[in-house]
């Protein structure tokens, strides 16, 4: 009796684990701690969760007394994955294909670089290649910024360098933001404020002719930053909502799209639409570049409200060995009117 009512128990705990694994959404848990990190990799959990069912499957063949306890644990497992599987697959594993440029499209780059790591050489040449006019860069440096401004100039391809950072000591607290001059001068917009602990830049028009660009960096959901994490996507789904603007985000959110839904929002954050799952490419991981596309984590993004029609997106995979653990991603922007 005390063995079912075990097997019982264990049984129930396990399904309400993968319950909350697979949609904490449900029952508003998805920023929580420990939760956060395991819906962030979907494609790893359900990897996992198929390999412990075959494991339970053996047990189940080799033991006649728990072979239905084994063998409930490995159906729960199983449908887990199938489930998120099948979100993973609805976010889209497609994208890449961008569209010929048109009159008021924009190109949107970011890349963590991990503190310069890829050098400047390597983002110009990437935002050179693909006729960037907004670049975004987490965790860069002044220096490395104006380097990659300079070579992009020499280019053919003049840009703005603005920027904000916290200190000089760590480059993990700079973050630099490219704008092409064709888009106008621009400002940082001081007024607003920035992100916790790392921060974020908020460009605007000078002359109010233009999208609102922010080049974003929440910290990471760790330990003792918690409630910094919560409170830069607050205040991120913030600009979104700015009912005075058309609004551009980019950046490491150190988040996915499950992170989000407390702003009311299953296809972005807040008013701002993600554009990898408007094209359905939204399931690709960026980070750790050590970790398949497929299997890694989704947090680096490209958002816009409904002024932009996001048309195409791609996650990079060419620059894994360029000693950043992000993977760039590029985005395609038309505006809405046509």
Known sequence: MIRRILA??????????????????????????????LVALRGIAAL???????LLTLFALLSLRARRFFAGLAVLLLIFAVVSTGVLAIRGFGGGAFQTTADGDLVVLSWN?????????AIASLALEN????????????????????LMENAGRPM???????DTVSKARSTVLLVSTALGEYRIDEEVGSTPTLPSVVAVPVDGSGPTLVAAHPVAPVPGEMENWRDGLAWL???CDDPDADVIVAGDLNSTIDHWARFGSDVGLASCRDAARAVGAAALGTWPTLMPAVLAAPIDHVLATDAWEPIGFRVVESQDGAGSDHRPILAQLRPASG
């Open 8 to 37: 019982a128990a264990i049984t129930l705990a396990l399904a309400a684990l993968l319950l909350v694994a697979c949609w904490p959404q449900l029952l508003g848990l998805e920023q929580t701690m420990g939760v956060v990190q």
């Open 48 to 54: 996992v969760a198929v390999l412990a069912a075959v």
């Open 113 to 121: 670089t991990l503190g310069d790591a890829p050098g400047a050489e």
């Open 131 to 150: 006729e960037t006019d907004v670049v975004a860069l987490p965790e860069t440096s002044h220096e490395a910024g104006e380097r990659v401004r300079v």
């Open 160 to 166: 703005q360098l603005l920027e904000k950072r916290y």
């Open 237 to 239: 789904a913030a600009r």
